[in-house]
């Protein structure tokens, strides 16, 4: 029986740091590089804008469409999430985003063949029972793991900008999460944040 993934997308599926440092660049003559970008503030600590208001109404409008549009996925995130589908695992997208990029993001997964059909724009992720989680925010990550770690596992994809959380697990590459939720679908029960990869 396949397993529920709730998987989000900035920062785990799509490269959103990639995509708005070149918007920046070329809006700005910038020179900013995605691996400048260390904390979750960094939008701030990096750019002129003087509060993340400001830095959300700049990526609201690029040629017609938000930042969200022009992003690319990180490298083997589409297939994988494709090569869960094909072993018959439902993957769930759990993104929190504003309203005017959802459009947007529906077009990018469409564009990407993301393989689902379930889709969620939310910031409480974790009302969304799923099996296995996969998030980059610290805050969701912790969230998540304070709600769901006794039922499901809850997986910290190891980025510059997140620490460890108590009841995750550190996933530091799509390898490194194919290989648990192979392990774990080899487990029928054990669907557990104490599963190590």
Not at 45 to 67: I, K, N, P, Q, Y
Not at 88 to 110: F, M, N, R, S, Y
Not at 129 to 143: G, I, K, M, R, S
Request: aromatic content about 10%; some cysteine.
């Amino acid at each position: 029986m396949g397993l529920r993934l709730g998987i989000d997308l900035d920062g785990v599926v799509a490269d959103f740091n990639r995509g708005w440092t070149a918007a920046y660049n070329d809006a700005f003559s910038g020179q900013l590089e995605a691996d400048m970008v260390v904390s979750w503030d960094s939008p701030l600590e990096l750019t002129h804008f003087g509060d993340m208001d400001a830095f959300w109404a700049w990526a609201r409008d690029h040629g017609g469409h938000s930042v969200f549009r022009h992003l690319e996925p990180y490298p083997e995130a589409a297939e994988s999430l494709r090569e869960f589908n094909r072993a018959g695992h439902d993957v769930v997208i759990l993104t929190a985003k504003p309203d005017w990029a959802v459009h947007d993001t529906l077009e990018w997964l469409a564009d990407h063949k993301i393989p689902t059909r379930d889709i969620h724009f939310l910031e409480d992720k974790h009302t969304i029972a799923c099996d296995v989680y996969l998030d980059d925010a610290p805050h969701q990550v912790e969230t998540i793991a304070d709600h769901r770690a006794t039922t499901a596992t809850v997986c910290r994809f190891v980025r510059a900008w997140n620490d460890p959380v108590e009841g995750s697990v550190d996933v530091h590459s799509w390898e490194d999460f194919r290989r648990l939720v192979r392990q774990l679908a080899e487990q029928p029960g054990s669907v557990r944040s104490k599963v190590t990869g």
